[in-house]
């Protein structure tokens, strides 16, 4: 029943393009066919990366009127929240990961996967260059460039400028800050195989330790695993490998389980401090209590291949550890991808691409950025906000009504939304969560009191603005988000739904990405998990974690990872971790 179809189809711009399906089901010839019927109506996608935001974006798309291409070194979904389980052998690496031809085949839309690496985004010709991650042998075959302007699409502004859209998910990478000799011998945890390289690394090192012939300080050596960084993720693998100390090295590897050390370097003054101060007391007290040694203040200097540098906050001094093992995760820097494109639309001096609350890369119409690799310019929010005052206060020279006043707040908020839940003060936040509850008549004297309150909290939010964090949550609203707008797209050309414009007249199309904050969590080790949920509510114990599990089971991207996980999960409980280096 495995046939090779070959579609051609005329585009609007009249040239040709030929694209086959090899083995393709009958159930994809179908839809080929009925792709080939449309195709002249087609509005053309090109989406890079298969991470988070482009995966749920991909999940969530759901108008046959487009034609999207996935461009993506990596042919799989990675579910990284549980890359520091893999690590030390809780879960299997292949449980973790999702082909993504297995999430786009099930669509009813037209996606086609390229296996390869944008190397640069040309907005200027509205084009793609991409490498192929294979090695083929060919240069011509190698390298290729995807057009995304021969198709019409709705861009923001004009319903028929022809041109397509590109949307950039391609993450970030680690952020050495150029510090002399991480790479090359540091660890990262960003990609299955930094964490399968890890786990290798950390049965090697018990290995080696146990072989006869070595003194007690080249034991120590190997077995001090050194973590840089006291973020969610250095804590958790350090929470990971201590785990493994006590319930398998103990068994395995009794003799040398005296020499094992773990140290956590943090530069600032406290571990996991993006969380309750709570929660980083109990996980400092916790790693005291773990002899995990936590030395805060202490920022690294230079890794040689022996030793680890570090120069203590406020002093010149430097002081140097040997290691057997480090790993570095000190956070995230712009892929030099981004980097270019940044250089291309001027906004070379940022870490992050700037968008619009749409989620538009800021003065490229047809470019839209989520996930690590961009920000939403929260100035730029700022900025149209003060203008919507000055608005109203023209329009209505102090003669505001109810009802239009509900309207400039809930356009305020919209604006602002999606910063709220990073405000310390509750009162600021109280004045912009639910304006439109001001109820009966007010008086021209309480509406005016009213906009004061806002405004006098503006000036608050200003000295208060920080970015989103860069996180999976933020990456998968995001992109649920852009694919609702692309769903309705054309139904919103005519029928906008969003808050009005600031300048000119009419509505936006949409509402304004809008961020929900789920919580967070801080896996601890020995079955405990700090879990800061919103509305300032933390958990910190052995109930949170089964929480963890329940959530993480529930978040898997298909039935077959969620299976593999909570069998990984029943195995380790029963039999333990698995040791086997090689695997
Ligand atoms: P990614 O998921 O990193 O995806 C980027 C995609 O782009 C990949 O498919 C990549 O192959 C592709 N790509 C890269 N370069 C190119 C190129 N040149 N051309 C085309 N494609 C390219 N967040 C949470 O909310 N909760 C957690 O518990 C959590 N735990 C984490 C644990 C670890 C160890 C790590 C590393 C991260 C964790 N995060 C967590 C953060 C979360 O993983 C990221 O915020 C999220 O992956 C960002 O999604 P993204 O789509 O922007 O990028």
């Known amino acids: 029943s495995l046939s090779k179809i070959i579609v051609v189809s005329t585009l609007s711009s009249g040239s040709l393009i030929a694209y086959s399906e090899a083995n393709t089901n009958n159930r994809n010839r179908g839809r080929v066919a009925h792709a080939d019927a449309v195709a002249s109506k087609k509005k053309k996608v090109v989406v890079l990366g298969t991470g988070w935001a482009a995966m749920t974006f991909l999940k969530n798309l759901n108008n046959c009127i487009y034609e999207v291409e996935v461009v993506s070194p990596r042919n799989f979904f990675l579910f990284t929240p549980l890359l520091p389980s893999v690590t030390c052998g809780k879960v299997e690496a292949r449980s973790i990961v999702e082909p993504i031809r297995n999430i786009i085949r099930k669509k009813n839309i037209d996606v086609r996967y390229r296996e390869a690496e944008c190397t640069k985004i040309d907005p200027a010709n509205n084009k793609i260059y991409c490498r192929a991650t294979a090695n083929t042998n060919s240069k011509r075959q190698e390298e290729f460039a995807i057009d995304y302007d021969y198709l019409i ?312 603005l920080k970015n989103l964090p860069a996180t999976a949550q933020v990456a998968n609203q995001q992109g649920a988000y852009l694919a609702k707008c692309f769903n309705r797209m054309e139904e919103c050309e005519i029928n906008p739904e969003g808050p009005t414009r600031i300048r000119g007249t009419g509505r936006h199309r949409f509402r304004p990405f809008r961020y929900r904050h789920l919580g967070q969590f801080a896996p601890l080790g020995g079955e405990q998990t700090a879990a800061q949920l919103p509305g300032d509510w933390v958990s910190i114990g052995h109930s949170s974690k089964w929480l963890w599990y329940s959530i993480y089971a529930s978040k898997q991207v298909s039935w077959r990872t969620r299976a593999l996980v909570v069998s990984d999960w029943i195995r380790r409980f029963i039999f333990g971790r698995d040791t086997s280096g090689d695997t």
């Not at 093992?325 to 691409?353: C, E």
Request: charged share 30%; net charge negative.
């Open 153 to 464: 699409i709705y861009n923001n502004l004009h319903a028929s400028d022809p041109i397509g859209t590109t949307i950039i998910a391609v993450g970030a990478q680690v952020n050495t800050f150029n510090t002399h000799g991480v790479e090359g011998n540091c660890h990262f945890l960003k990609e299955i195989d930094d964490a399968q390289k890890i786990r290798r690394n950390v049965i090697d090192a018990f290995e080696k330790a146990s072989l006869p012939n070595l003194t007690e300080e080249e034991r120590k050596k190997i077995l001090h695993f050194v973590v840089v960084g006291g973020g969610p993720t250095g804590v958790e693998f350090a929470a990971e490998l201590h785990d493994f100390m006590n319930e398998d090295v103990v068994k395995l590897y009794p003799m040398v389980q005296n020499f094992v050390k773990i140290t956590v370097l943090e530069a600032t003054d406290h571990i996991l401090n993006m969380f309750d101060k709570r929660i980083t007391k109990f996980a400092e007290h916790k790693f005291g209590r773990d002899n995990i040694e936590v030395k805060l203040g202490s920022m690294v200097t230079k890794v040689t291949e022996n030793e680890i540098c570090t120069k203590a906050k406020g002093s010149d001094k430097t002081t140097s550890m040997p290691y057997g093992m480090v790993l570095w995760s000190t956070g995230i820097g712009p892929r030099p991808i981004v980097k270019d494109f940044m250089k291309q639309i001027g906004q070379g001096n940022r870490r992050a691409l700037a968008t619009d609350e749409w989620l538009r890369v800021e003065g490229v119409g047809n470019v839209y950025a989520l996930g690590d690799c961009a920000t939403i310019n929260q100035r730029k929010v700022m900025e149209d906000i003060t203008e919507i005052f000055k608005k109203a206060d023209a329009d209505n020279s102090g003669t505001l009504t109810l009802k239009e006043f509900q309207d400039i707040s809930n356009d305020i908020c919209e604006r602002y939304s999606q910063m709220q839940l990073y405000l310390k003060s509750k009162p600021v936040r109280n004045i912009f969560d639910r304006p439109s509850q001001v109820k009966g008549k007010a008086s021209k004297e309480s509406i005016e009191l009213r906009i004061e309150e806002f405004k006098s909290a503006l000036s608050e939010v200003d000295t208060q």
